[in-house]
T-cell receptor, first 111, second 113 residues
Framework: GDSVTQMEGPVTLSEEACLTINCTYTATGYPSLFWYVQYPGEGLQLLLK?????DKGSNKGFEATYRKETTSFHLEKGSVQVSDSAVYFCAFTPGANNLFFGTGTRLTVIP | ETGVTQTPRHLVMGMTNKKSLKCEQH?????MYWYKQSAKKPLELMFV???????ENNSVPSRFSPECPNSSHLFLHLHTLQPEDSALYLC????????????FGPGTRLTVL
């Protein structure tokens, strides 16, 4: 069935380090792919999205490329900041009303 | 108020209590959702309403009862819950269903004693 597999955390990085959080999905058809972020005490916010193969979503210095051949949508940032500390969720929707989420990866950035 | 709001933010209840969670969206959206977020588990979609009609019920126990009186408001009525129902309950909305971006509220942290 449809599912998302996301890198388990927690991840701890020093400020200005590079970040990669892996995400792969299993789905039929052509899903839309998303990264959501949840800051402490808040709900989820859409960070970026891609709706077709080879699309690159980007926002706040984060990027992810829709790779249909590897069914992946890895999240990357070249230089993380303390303010990036949060939980990151990979998600996809195959259509209809269903949004499938990964388990989340907690990122802590230390000064 | 803007975006998606949820009340209360925190709720503690006994197993015999009846309580309700409220969600309100100020975005003019037509689809609303309830999710359950438990530690170390993926978000679980519970219910979906599209134009006030329930279109999805992901095998949720009957002790959770949703209500959508209009496209801006969504309730989750709770009764005779179990301790394992303790979780963060998130409400979301989107313009339509399908692949539209979902906007989330801050959640209600529920503890069942």
């Amino acid at each position: 069935g449809d599912s998302v597999t996301q890198m388990e955390g927690p991840v701890t990085l020093s400020e200005e380090a590079c970040l990669t959080i892996n995400c792969t999905y299993t789905a039929t058809g052509y899903p839309s792919l998303f990264w959501y972020v949840q800051y402490p005490g808040e709900g989820l916010q859409l960070l970026l999205k891609a709706t077709k193969a080879d699309d690159k979503g980007s926002n706040k210095g984060f990027e992810a490329t829709y790779r249909k051949e590897t069914t992946s949508f890895h999240l990357e940032k070249g230089s993380v900041q303390v303010s990036d500390s949060a939980v990151y969720f990979c998600a996809f929707t195959p259509g209809a009303n269903n949004l499938f989420f990964g388990t989340g990866t907690r990122l802590t950035v230390i000064p | 108020e803007t975006g998606v709001t949820q009340t209360p933010r925190h709720l503690v209840m006994g197993m015999t209590n009846k309580k309700s969670l409220k969600c309100e969206q100020h975005l003019g959206h037509n689809a609303m959702y309830w999710y359950k977020q438990s530690a170390k588990k993926p978000l679980e979609l519970m219910f979906v309403y599209n134009f006030k009609e329930q279109t999805e019920n992901n095998s949720v126990p009957s002790r959770f009862s949703p209500e959508c009186p209009n496209s801006s408001h969504l309730f989750l009525h709770l009764h005779t819950l179990q301790p394992e129902d303790s979780a963060l309950y998130l409400c979301a909305s989107s313009q339509e269903g399908g692949q539209d971006e979902q906007f989330f509220g801050p959640g209600t942290r529920l503890t069942v004693l």
